[in-house]
C-alpha cells in the first residue's frame, strides 16, 4: 500500500530529512504531500524522484496537506500517514485550534480521544496524559482514561502489530506505586481498578507498577503505559534518543511520525538527522505488512 508523507512546516528540518530518509529507501510506495517549492529542492540534492502533491485552498500548506492525506488515507488510497513535524505555536497565532496533530488527526477521523503513544529501538509507550503541566496531571488520571489507553494500547498492538497476546506494564503514577497507600492513593483509587476492568476482558495488563520497574530491560513487555508525558518519554529517549517514533493509537487510520520539532536552528546546516523520519518509514510499513 502506498505510504504519504506530510513533511510538515516548509520552513523547519522536515523537507530536508524527509528527502534524506527516502535516499536510502524504496520509494516505489511514497508519495509526498506538501509545499512543493520547499521539498522539490532537497528531492533533486538527494537524487530522489517522487510524486509531491499540493494541496490547494486557503490556509496553512501544512494543515491543507494533513487533511489531503487523512481523507486518502480514508478513503483507502493510501495504507499509512507518516508526518513531519509541525510548529504548534506558530500555527496557533495562524488560527489552528488544536494543541498538535494528534488532536487534529483525532478531528478530522471522528475520533474522540486518540492515544500518542511511542516507538523505539526496544520499547513502546502509550500516553495516558500528554501535554499537561504535571500539577494538573493527577486529576486527569482518571479510571475511563486508565482503562481507554490500555485498551486502545491492546487493540493496536493486536490489529497493527500482529500480537495475538500482548503483555502490557501500567505504570503507577507516584513514587513505588504509591507504596500501598503511603505515597498516594491514586495506584488503589483509581489506575488499580482500570488495570483490572481490562485484565476481566482477556487484556494482559500488569499494574499498577513502579516506572522504574516497568523499564527495566528484558521485562517482556510489549508496551508499558505511562501515567504522564516525561514518566514515559524521558526512559524511552534515554534508551533509543533518535530512533524513536511517534504511533498515533486508536485512528481508524495508520500514523506514524518523527519524535522530533520543526528545529529551525538546524536549518540548511547539514546536521538534521534523517534517523527518526527512516523509523517512522520502518514502523508505517511494518504496521501495514509492507
Known amino acids: 500500500m502506498k505510504l504519504l508523507i506530510t513533511p510538515g512546516d516548509p520552513g523547519g528540518i522536515g523537507p530536508e530529512v524527509t528527502a534524506r530518509a527516502l535516499a536510502s529507501v ?3 510506495d511514497v508519495e509526498i504531500v506538501g509545499d512543493r ?5 532537497w528531492l533533486e540534492r538527494v537524487g530522489v524522484d517522487v510524486p509531491v502533491i499540493e494541496p490547494a485552498g486557503d490556509g496553512p500548506v501544512e494543515v491543507r496537506s494533513i487533511e489531503h492525506a487523512v ?3 480514508l478513503a483507502g488510497e493510501a495504507g499509512a500517514l507518516v508526518t513531519g513535524p509541525i510548529h504548534k505555536a ?5 488560527g489552528f485550534a488544536w494543541p498538535g496533530h494528534t488532536d487534529f488527526l483525532g478531528h478530522l477521523t471522528g475520533i474522540d480521544r486518540p492515544v500518542m503513544a511511542f516507538v523505539g529501538g526496544r520499547v513502546r509507550v502509550a500516553l495516558a496524559t500528554v501535554h499537561l503541566p504535571l500539577s494538573a496531571v493527577p ?11 490500555i485498551r486502545a494500547a491492546h487493540r493496536a498492538l493486536v490489529d497493527q502489530v500482529g500480537l495475538a497476546s500482548p503483555v502490557l506494564a501500567v505504570c503507577g503514577l507516584n ?17 488499580g481498578p482500570a488495570v483490572e476492568a481490562c485484565r476481566a476482558d482477556g487484556i494482559d495488563a500488569r499494574g499498577p507498577m513502579s516506572a522504574e520497574s516497568a ?20 526512559p524511552l529517549k534515554a534508551l533509543d534518543f533518535g530512533r524513536t517514533v511517534n504511533w498515533t493509537l486508536g485512528l481508524p487510520i495508520v500514523r506514524t511520525s518523527v519524535d522530533h520539532g ?10 538534521a538527522s534523517p534517523a527518526s523520519m527512516e523509523a517512522a518509514l520502518a514502523w508505517a510499513r511494518r504496521l501495514v505488512g509492507g
Open 26 to 28: 524504496d520509494v516505489g
Open 262 to 271: 520543526t528545529a529551525y536552528d538546524l536549518v540548511g546546516t547539514g546536521r
Open 215 to 234: 523499564f527495566l530491560p528484558d521485562t517482556g513487555f510489549d508496551l508499558i503505559v505511562a501515567m504522564y508525558h516525561d514518566q514515559g518519554l524521558v
Open 71 to 73: 481523507r486518502a488515507c
Open 175 to 191: 513514587p513505588h506505586a504509591g507504596d500501598e497507600g503511603l505515597l498516594g492513593r491514586e495506584e488503589i483509587e483509581v489506575i
Open 139 to 149: 486529576a486527569a488520571v482518571d479510571i475511563p482514561t486508565v482503562e481507554h489507553t
Open 90 to 94: 506558530k500555527l496557533a497565532r495562524e
Open 37 to 41: 517549492a520547499a521539498v522539490l529542492p
